[in-house]
């Protein structure tokens, strides 16, 4: 109780109220608008937070962070476009419903399920708390190693399709951290003998020019669409949740399995919806209406979706790891804002990491709140033509770069990496591992460095129980992708030896 | 196929995409210029561990990054091929008019201030995108929003333009300060 008190203390304060209503709307609108989503968002508030305290800074961009998927429904419902790349799945039976005239209902059953979600997995956070404080501290160096090593792993690996390019992109971030003048020996590593590089390459000028100034060329580079937007009555809030209560079971099972994929991390949002939507699927009564506008499909996927961000928070707050780009971000976030992530943190600041799952618990009210009386002005913000968008992104992108430290090279980085990351979205390949790369590379160097001074022979680095559960996890990952790769092969294989039957 | 997947939104690449190949080979080439300056770029510290050398994670990281796109090539040059590839990179190269205007705008911001190149570049990059009267209007207002909300409001740190040493004493302040 005393906990909960001195939590609450932390965050009854005018501005982290303000920050926590502007985070939520902020991120809701940005999800909102196809094309921006809140990792541009949050590169490229995130220098402007400097000057606020921590916990109203990190309070600003948590509340982008978990309110966006909400906006991102919007667009798919309604338009067929996802506003944020994990509601690709609700454009499945969302559309479709706003096609036979129950846009209302679609919309409906995203919100209420997506708040289920979230405040699903912040419960079962706000439980867990205690657990995570005792097993954080026997996370040591060589625990910590093989964690990251496990999460640029399943990043990797969880890129169907592009496993190899993934893998190629993650060491590619691997390598960019080790750039300039490296801390135990002092030694210059790839600087080509540039000044401008010493200092290595600054994380949030990669993000920003891999997110922002990216995506900002690829909108130059569409052309504007004509969007028509239906007509959506207003719906109350307890009509919603009404609605909900006829799918609870999916509900619960799809956050569930967002608490436990967010927990784990380089899993995240896109696992845990594939599989909260097979579950859906193989336990319906209409399993061939998926995909044709059956309202479990939306519930599945939204719940799931939404449950991630907090459970994600997991082993960023208590390891320092961070399972995908939005938690690199954050914990870029928290590094700015002197809060280490880490075992002591959880076990030594348990009421300011309690505060921070308040802070995403009252974000979900405001945000339900806003939806409810905002749907139509947000729905407005779709009409925002492509290219214009792009030039207020590359406006706004500048804000974040260059106040960083009025240099012109970190303008001319951050350009760089615009470019690269247009070609790599214009190649359908993935931004995110190089990101993850930067930051869990950084983590593993230091770790295993410290780590390997205490190891006298290869086993000695797993001889304790985290350390080789750790370890078993990573097998199994490569086994499983190992498998899956040869039952693909296989497969494609019997399929064109097979004749085609018309 | 029926409508509904005509209109799902593309998520796994299928077919090789115009310009992938051209990609993978610059990136075998960067990696490997990479790797053979490694002696010249990194250091050896004899008697050193292996695992506390400044040459370890470069070497690895490389060393993956090379590995993984040589086997990205050769497996991306199995998949049937769409054409297009020598228009997609000139879209690349298409895409640096605008980190050019980009430039332009950080650089001249020293030079006429934040205010001045905001609006400047928003209108400009506004009517190069092909709108005209109420798209420049609206990116006016956008850019004085941003400057307003960014500069004065939240006290971003961007220099002020050399133009305002030209200011009257007491309007200097408040431009350098504001805008």
């Known amino acids: 109780m005393d906990l909960l008190l001195s939590s609450f203390e932390i965050i009854a304060r005018w501005d982290v109220i303000a920050a926590l209503l502007i985070g939520a709307i902020g991120g809701v609108v940005v999800g909102g608008l196809p094309g921006v989503g809140a990792a541009v968002a949050i590169a490229i508030v995130l220098p402007a937070t400097f000057a606020l305290e921590p916990i109203v800074g990190i309070t600003l961009l948590l509340g982008i962070y978990g309110s966006s998927m909400f906006g991102g429904a919007i667009p798919a419902i309604l338009v067929n476009t996802p506003g944020t790349p994990v509601n690709a799945l609700t454009t499945y039976d969302g559309y479709p419903m706003t096609k036979r005239g129950e846009a209302r209902r679609a919309l409906s059953l995203a919100y209420s399920a997506s708040f289920f979600g979230a405040v699903f997995s912040i419960v079962a956070l706000i439980l867990l708390a205690p657990v995570l404080a005792k097993v954080a501290p026997m996370f040591g160096a060589r625990e910590i190693f093989l964690a990251a090593f496990l999460g640029i792993l399943l990043v990797v690996i969880t890129h169907r399709g592009q496993v190899l390019a993934a893998a190629m992109l993650a060491c590619l971030g691997i390598f960019l951290q080790t750039i300039g003048i490296e801390s135990t020996a002092y030694t210059q590593r790839y600087t080509f003998g540039q000044g401008w590089l010493q200092s290595g390459v600054d994380l949030i000028v990669v993000v920003l020019g891999l997110f922002a100034v990216s995506q900002a060329l690829i909108l130059f580079m569409e052309k504007d669409k004509d969007i028509k937007l239906p007509h959506v009555e207003k719906v109350g809030f307890f009509t919603q949740m009404k609605d909900l209560w006829i799918y609870r079971r999916i509900a619960a099972v799809g956050s569930a399995f967002g608490v436990f994929c967010g927990m784990i991390p380089g899993v995240g949002e896109f696992m845990s919806q594939f599989m909260s939507y097979s579950y859906a699927q193989r336990t319906s009564k209409t399993p061939e209406m998926f995909g044709k506008g059956n309202p479990e499909g939306i519930v599945a996927s939204e719940a799931a979706n939404n449950s991630v961000p907090a459970a994600a928070m997991i082993p960023l707050l208590a390891l320092g790891i961070p399972g995908e780009e939005l938690t690199a971000m954050m914990l870029a976030v928290f590094y700015v804002h002197n809060v280490v992530p880490g075992p002591q943190l959880f076990s030594g600041s348990m009421d300011f990491i309690i505060a921070l799952y308040l802070c995403l618990l009252i974000l979900n009210v405001i945000v339900v709140a806003f939806l409810y009386f905002a749907t139509d002005t947000l729905m407005k913000v779709m009409l925002i033509p492509n290219r214009f968008l792009g030039m207020m992104i590359l406006t706004f992108s500048l804000i974040g770069v260059y106040s960083l430290r009025n240099s012109l090279t970190d303008v001319a980085i951050a350009s760089g990496f615009g470019v690269f990351g247009f070609i790599l979205k214009r190649l359908d390949y993935p931004t995110s591992p190089i990101i993850l790369g930067i930051v869990l590379g950084k983590l593993m160097e230091d770790r295993f460095r410290t780590a390997m001074a205490r190891v006298r022979e290869p086993f000695d680095f797993i001889d304790r129980p985290i350390a080789f559960v750790l370890f078993c996890m990573i097998v199994v990952a490569l086994l499983i992708h190992g498998y899956t790769m040869f039952k693909g092969a296989k497969a494609k294989k019997t399929a064109k030896k097979e004749p085609i039957h018309e | ?179």
């Open chain 2, 1 to 179: 196929m029926n409508s509904q997947q005509d209109e799902a939104p593309h998520v796994f690449p299928e077919g090789r995409k115009p310009g992938e190949m051209v990609f993978c080979i610059l990136i075998v080439a960067l990696t490997t210029f990479l790797l053979l300056n490694i002696t010249s770029e990194t250091a050896w510290i004899a008697g050193k561990k292996l695992a506390a050398q400044p040459r370890f994670w470069p070497a690895l990281s490389l060393g993956g990054a090379l590995f993984f796109a040589a086997l990205n090539w050769w497996s991306r040059a199995g998949v049937s091929r769409n054409p297009g590839r020598w228009r997609e990179t000139f879209t690349w190269i298409r895409s640096l008019e605008f980190i050019g205007y980009y430039m332009l705008y950080v650089a001249s911001i020293s030079v006429v201030g934040y205010l001045l190149a905001t609006i400047l570049f928003c209108i400009g990059l506004t009517l190069r995108l092909g709108y005209r009267r109420q798209g420049v209007l609206i990116a006016t207002c956008f850019a004085l929003f941003v400057v307003l909300f960014f500069k004065s409001a939240l006290n971003v740190k961007i220099p002020g333009g050399a133009i305002y040493e030209l200011a009257p004493e007491g309007m200097r302040y408040i431009l350098f300060r504001y805008f």
